[in-house]
Nanobody, 125 residues
Framework: HVQLVESGGGSVQAGGSLNLSCAASGMTFTYFCMGWFRRHPGNASESVAGVYNGGGGGGTSYYADSVKGRFTISRDNAKNTVYLQMNSLRPEDTAMYYC????????????????WGQGTQVTVS
């Protein structure tokens, strides 16, 4: 069965960086769009970024306007892992971050994703 396991969250001061990882198993990784979502306390999930077959210019990726220029999504298909490099973090980035997967194409709609990890907490002070 499909499993997504996030890691890399933590507490950081504003302006700092974190690199989240999501290791996937039980799936043909290259068939899937991998997305990062976040949920602020009391709010609905929001899309952060997504990537299909590569990122950083090597594939199709997208970002929420609020993180463009600060966050970078990438994937290593050999390791079945997707990453979210987060720089210039702000207090408003504080949230639980979730990795999600759906068979291509990528969307920014939470309900389109059928597979979810347990989440990793990011706190920016």
């Amino acid at each position: 069965h499909v499993q997504l396991v996030e890691s890399g969250g933590g507490s950081v001061q504003a302006g700092g960086s974190l690199n989240l990882s999501c290791a996937a198993s039980g799936m043909t990784f290259t068939y899937f769009c991998m997305g990062w979502f976040r949920r602020h306390p009391g709010n609905a999930s929001e899309s952060v970024a997504g990537v299909y077959n590569g990122g950083g210019g090597g594939g199709t990726s997208y970002y929420a306007d609020s993180v463009k220029g600060r966050f970078t999504i990438s994937r290593d298909n050999a390791k079945n892992t997707v990453y979210l490099q987060m720089n210039s973090l702000r207090p408003e980035d504080t949230a639980m971050y979730y990795c999600a997967a759906r068979v291509r194409p990528c969307t920014m709609v939470t309900r389109d994703y059928g597979y979810w990890g347990q989440g990793t907490q990011v706190t920016v002070s």
